[in-house]
T-cell receptor, first 114, second 112 residues
């Protein structure tokens, strides 16, 4: 069974600082991995995904994530935080052998200080 | 990419009543998913809805409480029955297309 762990339910950074949101997964098969962002009172928006190929994937708004199989990790980074990045971020793994449903991590609320 | 329209966007309901949430997709999809997001928490899958068959419910969710309809390949409804304050959550509809999940804007339900 797949599971996703996001370390840190709340992360606070200063504007312009590096953003690092951690995600570790467990999966019995090669995973498809996703990061979603949820702004207040809105639905989920896909930031980026890893399915196959290059392990460093780039997404929208300057975010990127690297799939590290040896570490079972898929951490999300952004070199320089912007105030508009303040939101809830969810890491997820897709069960591509069970109807392509998603299992989500607990979420990380990113706060950006001026 | 699939575009999902979900309604209502929010509602305040009396305990003991039921609310039906509608989800409309702009393309035909085999499976539709319903998630619940309780306040301050992550998303939990309620059930998977296939057209022409009974929905498949995850552990902790039952059909009597969350009946689902899937009359065609572009539409589904989720009903939250006999509501209590513990049902106050955001309910989201989702579809998968090309190994990417798309979500509706969600229905923010408050039960008083």
């Amino acid at each position: 069974a797949q599971s996703v762990t996001q370390l840190g339910s709340h992360v606070s950074v200063s504007e312009g600082a590096l953003v690092l949101l951690r995600c570790n997964y467990s999966s019995s098969v090669p995973p498809y991995l996703f990061w979603y962002v949820q702004y207040p009172n809105q639905g989920l928006q896909l930031l980026l995904k890893y399915t196959t190929g290059a392990t460093l994937v780039k997404g929208i708004n300057g975010f990127e994530a690297e799939f590290k199989k040896s570490e079972t990790s898929f951490h999300l980074t952004k070199p320089s935080a912007h105030m508009s990045d303040a939101a809830e971020y969810f890491c997820a793994v897709m069960h591509n052998n069970a109807g392509n449903m998603l299992t989500f991590g607990g979420g990380t609320r990113l706060m950006v200080k001026p | 990419s699939a575009v999902i329209s979900q309604k209502p966007s929010r509602d305040i309901c009396q305990r003991g009543t039921s609310l039906t949430i509608q989800c409309q997709v702009d393309s035909q999809v085999t499976m539709m998913f319903w998630y619940r997001q309780q306040p301050g928490q992550s998303l939990t899958l309620i059930a998977t809805a296939n057209q022409g068959s009974e929905a498949t419910y995850e552990s902790g969710f039952v059909i009597d409480k969350f009946p689902i309809s899937r009359p065609n390949l572009t539409f589904s409804t989720l009903t939250v029955s006999n509501m209590s304050p513990e049902d106050s959550s955001i309910y989201l509809c989702s579809v998968e297309e090309g190994f990417e999940a798309f979500f509706g804007q969600g229905t923010r339900l408050t039960v008083v």
